[in-house]
C-alpha cells in the first residue's frame, strides 16, 4: 500500500526495487539502495521506540505528581473538615 495522503492509500508495485526514494523530514528526499533504506528505517524506528519511552516516562511522573496533589488536597478538606 502507498499512501497518497494521511488517510488514503493504494495498491502498487515495485518497478525497480533496487533503489527507494525516502523521507529525510520537512519535504526532503533522497534515493537509497535497499540495504542503505533497511538501515534507514531501522535508525527512525529505534528513534520512535526511544521517544515512545521518553513519552512514556513523562506520563508516568506526571500520573505520580497528579497523585501527589489529590492526596495534599484530601488532606487538606480532612483538616478543614475537622476544624469545623
Known sequence: MIPLTQSLYV???????????????????????????TKFLDRKEALADKNAISIYNVILNTRKNIEATM???????????SNQ
Not at 523521507?23 to 526532503?28: A, S, V, Y
Not at 492526596?71 to 480532612?78: A, G, L, T, Y
Open 11 to 37: 495498491n502498487a508495485k515495485v518497478k525497480d526495487s533496487t533503489k527507494f526514494t525516502v523521507e529525510l523530514g520537512t519535504g526532503f528526499y533522497a534515493e537509497k539502495s535497499p540495504a542503505q533504506t
Open 71 to 81: 492526596m495534599v488536597m484530601q488532606q487538606k478538606i480532612e483538616m478543614l473538615n
